[in-house]
């Protein structure tokens, strides 16, 4: 049973520049709600509960997010306005928050090895809260959490992408899985390919369910050219022993890493709440 979900938290987010100066990109809201509390929901909601996160110099207000406000709290109490931090007193009291500093901003694959001492020696999950995904039945990490368990590999969450945008996600080709329309086994990878190049235009999001395996094969990794260790390489590896799955989750994502993506978000669920 998968019971950790790793958030690598550690970016400077130059994008959103220069409003993640001091205000960390994952606490950036969706109207009321910080980018990182829908990733959190989504764990909570696939029964995970241990929530670990990678973090670096300036993201002290995610910690303060997800601790008890004692003062605002008893200000709010029996209050009007008391309703409006009952959802986040309710993921505080369900899961257990632990922190690590990620010295160097080194790459994905350097991010989740620096979340070692926070997972140990089990599968667990990874979001990466940019990508913000929505479904009105299960969670897209639920969904994988079915394929973890049927398979007993590493699963990633890929989605058909514009041949012309492969040059921005890493890239899988593979062969289905018997009787499935949605389920690949993973047979190559590329980050962030040439569009001529790319074998597919099938690209991983930011869910992935990793095999503990994953932190020895990543501390054989050697930076790419912009000096980054790319999680997509240790995967490679895996992928070589037939042990990565590819998985089309059902829903929608939003990329929050971009301006654009933030903007769509943000409308969509202003609509859904009646604001627009």
């Known amino acids: 049973m998968i019971s950790k979900c790793l958030f690598p938290a550690a970016g400077f987010g130059t994008r959103f520049l220069p409003a993640t100066k001091a205000v960390p990109k994952e606490m950036l809201p969706i109207i009321n709600k910080p980018i990182l509390q829908y990733g959190v929901e989504e764990a ?11 973090t670096g110099r300036g993201k002290r207000s995610i910690e ?5 406000a004692v003062e605002l709290e008893s200000q709010l109490k029996e209050t009007s306005k008391e309703h409006y931090i009952k959802d986040i007193q309710s993921i505080i009291e369900k899961a257990t928050f632990t922190y690590v500093r990620q010295k160097k901003m080194l790459g994905l694959g350097h991010a989740i090895l620096t979340g070692e001492p926070l997972i140990g020696d089990n599968p667990f999950a990874v979001i990466l ?8 039945d299960d969670g897209v ?12 590999c590493s699963v990633v ?11 921005k996600y890493g890239i899988i080709s593979g062969d289905l899985i018997n009787g499935s329309n949605d389920t690949f086994r993973v047979t ?10 790319a074998p597919s235009n099938m690209a ?11 932190f020895k094969i990543l501390k054989t990794i050697k930076p790419d050219k912009s000096g980054e260790i790319q999680i997509t390489d240790a995967l490679l590896n895996q992928a070589k022993q037939g042990n990565v799955i590819a998985y089309k989750f059902k829903g929608q994502r939003f990329d929050c890493g971009s301006i654009r993506g933030y903007v769509h978000a943000t409308n969509y ?3 859904i709440e009646g604001l627009i």
Do not use: W
């Open 269 to 271: 669920f202003a609509e």
């Open 141 to 152: 990490l639920t969904q994988m959490l079915n394929v973890f368990n049927k398979h007993k």
């Open 129 to 136: 809260a940019d990508d913000l995904c929505i479904n009105s």
């Open 157 to 167: 969450a890929i989605e058909e992408v514009p041949k012309e945008d492969t040059n």
């Open 64 to 68: 303060d997010h997800f601790d008890n």
């Open 44 to 54: 909570l909601s696939a029964g995970i509960t241990n929530i670990a996160i990678v």
């Open 204 to 214: 991983i999001v930011g869910r992935y369910i990793l095999t503990p395996d994953i």
């Open 188 to 197: 190559d990878m590329i980050e962030k390919p040439d569009p001529k190049n």
